[in-house]
């Protein structure tokens, strides 16, 4: 090894644990870079990697110490004889006074690393560059880095039309696989959105809930649901099967326990089992005391899948209230003065999760009583929220579903929030024995007689055309 190497080494080492200005500067600009070659300086690197976690955890004004580094070099480990020399070189920073150590002497020596770092860095991605299109995507990519603009952390200046793909993102849709939603939203939804879901008690919340999972399982993308109201126990697993058999009712798994299903339906289940089963994720907050942490509960659950390849597409919460309740028991919040923010910091921090993991939000919360006892005939809007009325507000898009009529079945679906839709409505129908809302075909509402269908209208010529609501589900 260059000794002269390990000497400016040495040096850069001490300056970045004593001087927080010089330490800061150099975090900013080099923080995803390997500053020290570990090949050919493993105890810098070593120290540097250290010094990186310290930094994200200690920010901008926080005190890094010699004893600090030097506790963090032995808990994380690594060859004895590696570790042996970054416990040396920090017991020698001890001995360096910390006012004699100047910024500008620090980037001096900064600027031979960095250079360094630099171009292995832009090796390894050259290396990765096997056609002409991936190598100007590389380089058009390190120019956006380098030409925007940072206030703060927290701030940066953005260039849309130096990243379309980002800005627009119309073309990566991601269908939810439940008709109505990909209806009213010209497709579904892409990754970083949040949206809600407004239903009436026993509305179809939780139907939607189960019928977007397995509808993402044929489609072999991962789903995850956080569910603190209904255990997965019962009517939620009954309904995941249900959707996945597609031809069998609820009542048929409500009735009849797995051992004496019939020898064709085993043979079929353990098909779906082994193809579909690992995309379907629950987490069943409903009973005990998990699910106290709010979305933090669900980042890690994220996280976890993540680590085996099994990151979700969908990430779905059934319902609001319920785990905004659950986080103000669990922190001593009292429930009168802190739901409604505690439902307003789930929104925001799920927001930040789906922005940062590539994740679509969906959270379901219920309509408010007035609008639960209301005719069927009436078309229900966002801001009918149960205790939250900007809910619909804080969100990339809210649809809701309306009282259903008893006879038909028939309720509307509407959407009155949709940044990358439309405003609109149309008719739905509950199909509880399959465990899905589907379009409703054929049917109109007409202002005296309610929901009919749409033959039986036209036979009577007693209805303007005008007056009635048809629906194509293939517009």
Known sequence: MDQRLKENADTLVVCLVHNTPLRNRVMEIASRLDLFDPLVLPTHALIWDVLRKAYSVVGQTGVITPFHVSESV?????????????????????????????????????????????????????????????????????????????VTDEVSVEHPLMDPVRFMPTSIKIPTGVRWIDH???????????????????????????????????RHNHALLATYEQPLSGDIAERIYCQAFNDRSVDFFRNTPPHLWSREDKIRYAELRDQFGKYLHVLDFAKGRQGGNGVQDLRDAVEALEEI???????????LWPAARRYCIAHGI?????MRARAQAIIADLKVVCTEKSLIGLIFHQLNTEMSRASPARIP???????????????????????????????????????????????????????????????????????????????AAK?????????????
């Open 334 to 338: 009292p429930l009168e003065t802190g």
């Open 184 to 218: 009213l939203s010209f497709g579904g939804h892409s990754t970083g959105e949040v949206v809600g879901i407004l239903a009436p008690t026993g509305g179809g919340k939780t139907l939607t809930a189960t019928q977007l999972l397995m509808a993402q399982a044929w």
């Open 463 to 475: 209805v303007p055309i005008e007056n009635m609501t048809d629906v194509d589900p293939y517009i």
């Open 74 to 150: 032995r808990e994380q480990g690594g060859e004895p004889e590696t570790v042996e020399e970054a416990l040396q070189l920090m017991e020698a920073a001890r001995e360096v006074d910390p006012s004699e150590v100047v910024e500008e002497i620090g980037l001096r020596y900064f600027e031979q690393f960095h250079v360094g770092a630099a171009k292995r860095d832009m090796l390894k991605k050259l290396s990765q560059a096997y056609t002409r299109e991936d190598l100007m995507a590389m380089i058009n990519n390190e120019q956006q880095r380098l030409d925007r603009a940072t």
């Open 381 to 459: 809007v966002v801001t009918d929220a149960y205790e939250l009325k900007d809910f619909s507000f804080m969100l990339d898009a809210c649809y809701v579903i309306g009282n259903r009529d008893k006879e038909s079945q028939v309720m509307w679906l509407g959407t009155d929030k949709n940044r990358r839709g439309a405003p609109q409505h149309v008719l739905g129908k509950m199909d509880g024995a399959r465990g899905r809302i589907e379009l409703a075909q054929g049917v109109v509402y007409d202002a005296r007689q309610g929901f009919i269908p749409a033959e039986q209208a036209k036979a």
């Open 309 to 319: 390849n099994q990151k979700p597409t969908y990430l779905l919460i059934d319902w």
